[in-house]
């Protein structure tokens, strides 16, 4: 059964950085695309970031420049290096997994079907 645990979370001030992680386990996360995505209290849940099984990456609009998704295959482990944090990038993280190499509409979270638990994130002004 997969497993998705995300850690790192936690508080900061503006302009301060972050990094999340995301263990996987029982799931072949290796081959397949991860993403992060963020819900904010009152808010949909929107993507942040996806890595294809490749390490090719894409961005939302809100994080590109600052943001910086990776993965380790080795330890079955995503990243997201947050920089420049803003009390707008306060929310809950989620990573995310889907079964496709190739991330199928990376940015629509209806396409993952692996979920962790979430992080959360507090940035203060």
């Known amino acids: 059964q997969a497993r998705l645990v995300e850690s790192g979370g936690g508080s900061v001030q503006s302009g301060g950085s972050l990094r999340l992680s995301c263990t996987t386990s029982?799931?072949?996360?290796?081959?397949?695309?991860l993403a992060w995505f963020r819900q904010a209290p009152g808010k949909e849940r929107e993507a942040v970031a996806s890595?294809?099984?490749?390490?090719?990456?894409i961005y939302s609009e809100s994080v590109e420049g600052r943001f910086t998704i990776s993965r380790d295959n080795s330890i079955s482990t995503l990243y997201l290096q947050m920089r420049s944090l803003q009390p707008e990038d306060s929310a809950m993280y989620y990573c995310?997994?889907?079964?496709?190499?190739?991330?199928?509409?990376?940015?629509?979270?209806?396409?993952?079907?692996?979920w962790g638990q979430g992080t959360q994130v507090n940035v203060s002004s």
């Open positions: 995310a997994g889907q079964e496709y190499a190739v991330c199928a509409r990376p940015l629509e979270p209806h396409l993952y079907i692996y």
């Open positions: 029982g799931y072949p996360s290796s081959l397949f695309c």
């Open positions: 890595i294809g099984g490749a390490g090719n990456t």
